[in-house]
């Protein structure tokens, strides 16, 4: 019934910020109301019933009180867009407050549990309920975990880190009155300490759940990737875009309740820029598309340069050209374009003609000086002549 709250709920993406704004805004301000009216209950009979159990739960829900707060801040301002100083958007301003959550939780809980020690200590201090602490205890649970329910649905739905880190709150809360609903219940049946023990096991799980928001919002932000499935069904759907022949150094990182991407895909080597830029394009797509991805940055390699990069000690574009020109002994009006392709540590040139290469004595005269320019140069793999027909 209580077991650990997963990293990332599942929803399918598509779900617009300003609806996760009204859909979050809706679910927090009925978490409110409850837990409002249940912790000004729970105080006030704990106080009269002199149950300390009932009272240090009655204090956590007011906490809870404080975390939906904190939800309708973050809800609001994390949905604003990106800006100049915010490229990425404002998604972790909702870790900023799950942190600041799981701070206060631990402080409160380790308050709670230093008191219940102090009475565990002395037999002066163990007193019997009023039956009040029981009725009100159970109460407190069935509505605690029926919210749970409420918002984890709604969680879900919205891909919501936060809304899901509120939601698994309220189900420890469960826990924790059904801890003090037992406790209450052995001090009506004559076991006074049951009262305090319950107090004390209810401020240790408060500090538990504390630190495992802190913990959790820490990771984020430090840039931890996703977990290996869903890193996985990135890599399938990246492998699977149509003119995408290999995939390497691919990274992610959590932002909010979605993810940034960063991938190389291998492409074939000699399509134009633009096809290559269309490929990336349409798995950048593909992934926001599929994933709950906030973006991605796709770059295009035509060999795998995750082992090496040896074209960067190749001459730029405007230096080999200049080489080749003059070798070939040919002007720029006679080459009507010239294309390099920089594979495996060296260059192929592909070198458009104009018509005037037509005669079949020059064309040989070229020849000749491309070889020779490939037996004295370190640069070039190969050279393709492409003569143009006339018009």
């Known amino acids: 019934m209580f077991s650990s709250p997963p990293s990332h709920p599942s929803a399918a993406p598509g779900v617009s910020g300003r609806q996760r704004l009204r859909a979050a805004q809706k679910v927090t301000l009925v978490s409110l109301g409850v837990n409002v009216g ?16 009932l009272l240090t739960d009655g204090l956590h829900t007011l906490s809870d009180v404080l975390s939906d707060l904190l939800v309708l801040f973050a809800s609001h301002h ?38 219940a020690g102090v009475r565990l200590q002395s037999a002066a201090a163990m007193q019997k309920v009023h039956v009040a602490a029981l009725w009100i205890a159970f109460l407190t649970l069935v509505s605690k975990e029926t919210l749970y329910h409420y918002m984890m649905r709604a969680a879900r739905r919205l891909h919501s880190q936060l809304l899901a880190a509120n939601a698994w709150h309220t189900r420890a809360d469960a826990a924790t009155s059904l801890i003090g609903t037992i406790g209450i219940a052995g001090n009506l049946l004559g076991y006074t300490f049951m009262d305090s023990l319950a107090a004390a096991l209810v401020a240790f799980m408060i500090v538990r759940m504390g630190w495992k928001l802190a913990y959790d919002a820490v990771t984020e932000l430090i840039d931890t990737g996703l977990d290996d499935k869903a890193v996985e069904a990135i890599r399938q759907t990246l492998c699977d875009t149509p003119g995408v022949q290999g995939l390497h150094e691919l990274r992610t990182r959590k932002m909010g309740e979605q993810a940034l ?3 190389h895909v291998l492409v074939d080597p000699r399509i134009s820029v633009s096809e290559g830029h269309y490929i990336a394009e349409t798995a950048r797509a593909r992934l926001r598309e599929r994933h709950h991805v906030l ?57 458009f003609l104009s018509a005037a290469y037509a005669d079949p004595a020059r064309m040989a005269a070229l ?14 793999r190969a050279i393709h002549l492409h003569l143009r027909a006339a018009p």
């Not at 730029?316 to 294309?339: F, G, P, Y």
């Not at 020849?367 to 070039?380: I, P, T, W």
Request: glycine share 6%; no cysteine; hydrophobic share 50%.
């Open 295 to 351: 973006d991605a940055m796709v770059h295009v390699d035509p060999e795998d340069d995750s082992i090496a990069k040896p074209a960067l000690v190749l001459p730029d574009r405007d230096t080999l050209l200049a080489h080749l020109t003059q070798e070939l002994n040919i002007s720029s009006d006679e080459a009507d374009k010239v294309i390099f392709h920089y594979l495996e540590g060296k260059v192929d040139a592909e070198i």
């Open 38 to 53: 249940l912790s000004a209950l729970q105080i006030v009979v704990g106080f009269f019933s002199r149950s300390q159990a």
């Open 78 to 115: 994390g949905a604003v867009e990106a800006d100049d100083r915010h490229p990425y958007g404002h998604k972790r301003i909702e870790t900023a407050a799950t942190l600041f959550l799981g701070v206060v939780l631990m402080i409160v809980g380790f308050s709670f549990l230093w008191k």
């Open 367 to 380: 020849r000749v000086a491309m070889g020779a320019v490939m037996e004295n140069n370190s640069y070039f």
């Open 261 to 263: 991407v960063d991938a």
